[in-house]
């Protein structure tokens, strides 16, 4: 979308009317440029990369593989075996086919991406990547029933208004100027982070508010942008992931690194605890670091941007805040099972329960009849979500039943001559390096925590590393998702605003994406050197 876009509204429009920025009546933005062109290659590309590497290509340095060397799945290898597998076989092929395929459809999101997922499922049956126990056993995936779950809890906010009452209350408290409102929003964003495991759903709440204090401030969108609504959209894109960073439970991705994590290292699950303490601290600096570098650097806000331009506008919230009433037993009832599972959370390392079985409980005690908070119907589960992410978690199972991240990381570091004599810095930034960048391409957090946390555990353990030193690093860039509109669920809604173009994005993004990379090499040379994940980099 060009910044000589033009937005224009009714006569009856009113912008501070937060039900004309509800999700459904947002403007749906149509694929242009290279956009386009993606959309109509996509399934083309795709059948014609799987039918080479599936039927045509053989690749001479993977031949001589022995099925053994590369995977440490016993059942794999038995299957393979009973199949008449030697070597890097048809079946190793097709997963290679397979995943090639996905990426290609979920980058040009030529079809549905649940679609893609049903498609790549299926595929792994029929070829024989996986069986069709594990492969449909994926939608039961503990991260699926926590992903189901958190959107149970998640439905309390939005039917007791709990988080709408907590965010006016903030913006009309600290609303004076613009620098003070993207700073509530910090405190905001960081608050429902802790207790929502859906970056999309935080998006989804936070919208109507933020659009209508754009509008108060000017930023109307289309020729009406200013720096003070590319900051407050921008800004809270960027404060939405961030703050799931600091959090295990901050999103699906998350915990899903968590959990290969400690399945490499034997654990049963990763401690929230640990996460927290590493993560939160440095998801904290990036946020501030957002902000100063958003409003003083690339978007500074002009003078008359600063205060109100809608003469009332902050009386208008305020209105809506007292229209809301004081706050009803089932508010406090709604934000005590909240506190109630977020206490548990934190002392996991305490009690030995991990976070989905505490969000079962959570979820359980808010659905009872007569104490609890909401009915099943008040639920709003995307199960279009959820069949994308089994997909991945399918993908992810195939990877490792063929063994495949091992394979491409130990042919990759051999052709490049990377010797076990490797400094463990080069290693440490080259896989954070290679995670953070690569969201400009992957589309699913999950697909990327699929992909190369296994590979830092792989480099970990062929080089003599900890497990922790590279994959905790690498797992703690999932999150960074905010420069293109195709990089996340949240960074295609808040597009559609249509209060920032490509370039801003761009620009605003690509420069946080360089900072978070310094301070994760900061991060490895001190605090996780502190914690004892890291031996530390340099010194």
């Not at 399918?394 to 010797?419: C, H, M, R």
């Amino acid at each position: 979308m060009n910044d000589d876009n033009e937005q224009t509204y009714p006569e009856e429009f009113n912008p501070l009317d937060m039900n004309n920025y509800k999700v459904e009546k947002l403007p749906k933005i149509e694929k242009r440029g290279f956009e386009k062109v993606l959309l109509y290659i996509g399934i083309p590309l795709a059948v014609l990369v799987f039918i080479l590497l599936f039927w045509v290509v053989k690749i001479p340095f993977l031949e001589n593989l022995n099925i053994s060397t590369f995977t440490s799945d016993a059942e794999a290898v038995n299957r393979f075996k009973q199949l008449g597998a030697e070597g890097f076989t048809r079946i190793n092929y097709a997963m290679l086919a397979i995943f090639a395929a996905a990426i290609i459809l979920w980058i040009t999101e030529a079809i549905p991406n649940y679609l893609t997922s049903l498609l790549l499922i299926i595929a792994m049956v029929l070829t024989h990547v996986t069986s069709d126990t594990v492969a449909y056993a994926q939608l039961g995936h503990p991260v699926m029933w926590l992903n189901i779950l958190s959107f149970v809890l998640a439905s309390m906010l939005v039917k007791t208004q709990v988080a709408k009452r907590f965010a006016l209350w903030l913006v009309v408290r600290f609303g004076k100027n613009s620098s003070w409102i993207i700073l509530s929003f910090i405190i905001i964003n960081i608050v429902l982070s802790a207790f929502i495991s859906a970056t999309t759903a935080k998006a989804t709440i936070l919208l109507p508010i933020f659009m209508v204090i754009a509008a108060i401030y000017g930023a109307r969108g289309g020729n009406q942008r200013n720096n003070f609504g590319r900051n407050l959209v921008l800004q809270n894109l960027f404060q939405i992931n961030m703050g799931a960073t600091g959090f295990i439970t901050g999103s699906g991705a998350n915990l899903l690194a968590g959990s290969l994590i400690a399945g490499a290292m034997g654990m049963e699950f990763f401690s929230y605890q640990d996460w927290f303490v590493a993560a939160f601290p440095l998801a904290i600096i990036l946020i501030l670091i957002g902000w100063f570098v958003g409003l003083k650097i690339i978007f500074p806000v002009k003078r008359e941007e600063q205060v109100p331009q809608i003469e009332g506008g902050i009386q208008y919230l305020k209105e809506e805040l007292t229209k809301m009433g004081k706050m009803k037993p089932i508010e406090y009832r709604a934000i005590a099972i909240f506190v109630a599972v977020l206490a548990m959370w934190a002392t996991d390392k305490q009690h030995g329960i991990d976070q989905t079985a505490v969000a079962f409980m959570g979820a359980i005690v808010a659905l009872l009849p007569g104490i609890g908070i909401v009915k099943w119907n008040d639920v709003d589960i995307p199960w279009h979500l959820m069949l994308f992410s089994a997909g991945a978690y399918t993908l992810g199972a195939g990877l490792d039943a063929t063994g495949l991240p091992v394979t491409i990381v130990n042919t990759a570091f051999d052709s490049l001559g990377i010797s076990n004599q490797t400094p463990f810095w080069v290693l440490y930034m080259l896989l954070t390096f290679l995670m953070l960048f690569s969201a400009l391409l992957f589309q699913s957090k999950t697909m990327r925590a699929l992909i190369f946390v296994p590979i830092a555990i792989g480099v970990a353990q062929k080089f003599g590393y900890p497990i922790m030193s590279l994959s905790f690093p690498v797992a703690l860039l999932i999150e960074h998702v905010y420069v293109m509109p195709y990089n996340s669920k949240p960074a295609a809604l808040l597009y559609t605003t249509n209060q920032y173009s490509y370039i801003d994005a761009i620009k605003y993004g690509m420069t946080m994406m360089c900072i978070a990379w310094v301070m994760i090499i900061i991060w490895g040379e001190t605090v996780l050197k502190w914690l004892g994940y890291t031996k530390g980099l340099f010194f």
